[in-house]
């Protein structure tokens, strides 16, 4: 898992309070374990490397913020 950031606002201020760090942290953890566990299972089952990534990152790209103003 990369080394986790620290996290910024919009205006490039660092957030810094410990629970949203805390939270943010086991989010990203569970993602993780997530799409390694995903991965993996699409390796097993014989689908391409490449379309798998590919996939996950069209995924991510693909996210709607829902608080945009």
């Keep these: 898992m990369p080394n986790m950031p ?6 490039g201020e660092v ?3 410990t629970e949203k760090i805390k939270v943010m942290q086991q989010n990203m953890e569970e ?3 997530l ?3 995903a991965f993996e299972d699409g390796l097993l089952m ?4 490449t379309q798998l990534r590919h996939y ?5 790209a693909g996210l709607t913020n829902p608080y945009r103003r």
Excluded: M, N, P, R
């Design 6 to 11: 620290k996290w910024v606002d919009d205006q």
């Design 15 to 17: 957030v810094s309070c």
């Design 31 to 33: 993602l993780h374990q």
């Design 35 to 37: 799409a390694q566990d």
């Design 46 to 49: 014989g689908c391409s490397e």
């Design 56 to 60: 996950f990152a069209d995924l991510v």
